[in-house]
């Protein structure tokens, strides 16, 4: 009888133990909370005001292009070291959005607007959100322009304003702040792989963009109103 009696409540007690209130939270749970809490703070109200969303939609959408305009001024009037610069951090950027394709296959995670969380308020296709590749690109390159110390200032501004970036797109509802901390460490990846593995592509990527701008712009070149 007291061995019955014992037995139940050792049941009872594991069985209360066992609810849900009670379950031991997981790490992954509890970052996901966090990711979710972060960017419900974050986003936009259902009708924000236009001195909000313009500029926000500026930044999510358009900004971007600053960063192939920049490495074709770069290339354009730099000299020899910098067009290298200019090589290096191209490799940079593209070796970010690999890695952010390779990541997407393994491991895809919702964007908020797929689980109907907050307010989305530009169209964006349903695909995995992590990490931002608008992001991975411009800290890539910027990242790339700081540890090489070659246009330095330039890759302090870009990395700065890459902040201004991920809020905006956590603000209009396509990204979790957690996509842009992936962001922010597949760039200093990819800045560092490109930099340190130099050495294999530099040379002939150099001399093919040579003869490739040569090409081009052989005309004023020969005029003198461009830089060989």
């Known amino acids: 009888m007291t061995m019955t009696t014992t037995t139940n409540k050792t049941d009872d007690l594991q069985g209360w133990l066992d609810r849900p209130h009670y379950a031991a939270i997981r790490p992954a749970d509890l970052m996901e909370s966090l990711n979710q809490t972060l960017f419900l ?4 109200s259902e009708h924000p005001s236009a001195l909000a969303l313009m500029p926000a939609i500026f930044l999510a959408e358009w900004f971007i292009w600053t960063i192939p305009l920049l490495i074709g001024i770069g290339w354009l009037c730099g000299n020899e070291d910098t067009r290298k610069a200019m090589l ?9 959005l690999f890695i952010n394709q390779f990541i997407g296959l393994v491991w895809s995670h919702p964007r908020p607007f797929m689980i109907g969380l907050g307010h989305i308020l530009i169209p964006h296709v349903a695909d995995s ?3 931002s590749d608008h ?4 800290w890539a390159v910027a990242f790339s ?6 246009q330095r200032n330039a890759g302090i501004t870009l990395t700065l304003s890459g902040v201004l970036i991920a ?17 922010a460490t597949v760039a200093a990846i990819s800045a560092w792989l490109s930099l340190h593995e130099a050495r294999w592509y530099l040379g002939s990527s150099y001399r093919l963009a040579c003869g490739i701008h040569r090409r081009i712009f052989g005309r004023l070149i020969a005029l003198g109103w461009m830089r060989e």
């Open 135 to 138: 992001l991975t690109l411009w």
């Open 167 to 183: 809020w905006a797109r956590i603000y209009l509802g396509v990204h979790f702040p957690l996509d842009m901390l992936g962001a």
């Open 129 to 131: 959100s992590f990490p």
């Open 88 to 96: 290096v951090a191209t490799a940079s950027g593209l070796l970010g």
């Open 145 to 150: 322009l700081l540890l090489q110390g070659v």
């Open 41 to 44: 703070w974050l986003n936009a």
